[in-house]
């Protein structure tokens, strides 16, 4: 979740599961991918670690067929009616299991009643209103504390406010987390204007010390 700090800086922390909002609503369409193990977590947080899981249900999935219909005979009686049964309790297991987990998987900005405010943080920051800009943020980010987007630019936020330590600390947390993958070079480009920001900012002291 996010969590208030020292000199008023967000802090994420990874020990306690993100707010969920009361107004959050599963739909049909997000329990369906609960009887694919796996594809909730992908689907929804774009998590690698779910892959091998789901590729190897796959697999076995496939294979149960090949012997149940194609390769008729190819596991002896009653093994082949065993392997059936065992794959069939092992899947519903998994799906009861996604199905349990789904409110903590699915992204409650895509689930909430809620509108999406990043928009508008995104429009008071490139006017220049960082007060404004940082509580619609902090607003956002009571939903969901893990939101790349919104964090990125509460990062640049704190660098627009001269808070180059806080907004270090804090890009340091966004590319940690597996949903900021595809951020990447977002991250990247502002770590460089962080570090420019910094540098700028050392060479000015260094100029008034003289």
């Known amino acids: 979740m996010i969590e208030l700090v020292a000199d008023g800086v967000l802090s994420l922390s990874e020990t306690v599961p993100p707010f969920r909002s009361n107004s959050m609503t599963l739909r049909p369409i997000h329990y369906l ?3 694919w193990p796996g594809l909730p977590e992908i689907w929804f947080r774009g998590s690698l670690a779910a892959l091998p899981f789901a590729i190897i249900f796959t697999f076995g999935v496939n294979l149960i067929l ?5 390769y008729v005979g190819l596991l002896p009686e009653p093994l082949d009616r065993v392997v059936f049964w065992l794959a069939a309790i092992f899947w519903l297991i998994a799906a009861i299991r996604s199905a349990g ?4 998987i699915v992204p409650p900005t895509s689930t909430s009643k809620e509108p999406d405010k990043y928009p508008e943080a995104l429009g008071a920051y490139l006017r220049g209103q960082w007060t404004q800009a940082e509580r ?5 980010l009571a939903i969901e504390a893990r939101d790349p987007p919104a964090l990125l630019l509460l ?8 808070r180059l330590e ?6 340091d947390e966004v590319e940690r987390l597996e949903a900021a993958i595809p951020w990447a070079t ?5 770590r460089n204007q962080i ?8 060479d000015h002291d260094q100029q008034e010390a003289a």
Not at 166 to 171: G, H, K, N, R, V
């Open 33 to 35: 991918t609960c009887f």
């Open 66 to 70: 090949w012997t149940q219909f194609v």
């Open 101 to 104: 987990r789904l409110s903590r």
């Open 136 to 140: 619609i943020l902090t607003t956002i």
């Open 155 to 162: 990062t640049s936020i704190y660098r627009q406010t001269d």
């Open 166 to 171: 806080a907004a270090e600390i804090l890009l």
């Open 186 to 190: 977002e991250i990247s480009i502002e």
């Open 195 to 202: 570090q420019a920001a910094d540098l700028a900012a050392s």
